[in-house]
């Protein structure tokens, strides 16, 4: 049934929608950080391509050509792989990594902290710009979305006038 806000299915997606976002602005400003690694996937492993000076992973010690081959206990082979593990990382928690480097496995163990996101106010100006576009983003589809639904409606009820040349109520 509609009503005069919308479907319900309308209200229903903008909720999931306006969750997501809260979801994420929580996640930017409390969630574990980045590690500090440039990863790059081939032939089924993990290659570290660069490491951000002052961040977990150069403290842990892994170095550019190392490969992570699992983390917390997970084999690590393409991308849906490594954001599997680090979507389920939390701040405070270590996180487990296997490395292979010159030959030898070795473990290490990374360090999480809220405050690896070192912020700065470019890191704000960066999350501030992605906080609007996405806000605005959610309210011109729920804006098109109850306004096409209305749109329907009128149309279908200008067509049946036409038609049967009576009031649609």
């Known amino acids: 049934m509609q009503g005069a806000r919308g479907p319900w299915w309308v209200l229903a997606v903008a909720a999931g929608v306006l969750g997501y976002l809260v979801l994420n602005i929580y996640a930017e400003l409390f969630g574990p950080g980045a590690i500090g690694v440039d990863l790059r996937y081939h032939d089924g492993r993990a290659i570290v391509m660069a490491v951000v000076p002052d961040f977990p992973a150069a403290r842990a010690g892994i170095g550019p050509g190392d490969a992570v081959v699992t983390a917390d206990g997970q084999p690590i082979r393409t991308l849906f792989h490594w954001h599997a593990v680090l979507e389920n990382a939390e701040a405070g928690r270590p996180l487990l990594l296997e490395i ?31 906080l609007t576009a996405q806000v605005v983003t959610f309210s011109l589809v729920l804006l098109i979305a109850v306004r096409a639904t209305a749109w329907r409606s009128s149309a279908r009820c200008t067509w049946r006038r036409w038609r049967s040349r009576t009031s649609c109520r």
């Open 100 to 130: 292979e480097g010159g030959g030898t496995r070795t473990a290490v163990q990374l360090g999480l902290h809220p405050n690896s996101r070192q912020w700065n106010a470019g890191n704000w100006v960066t999350f501030g710009i992605k």
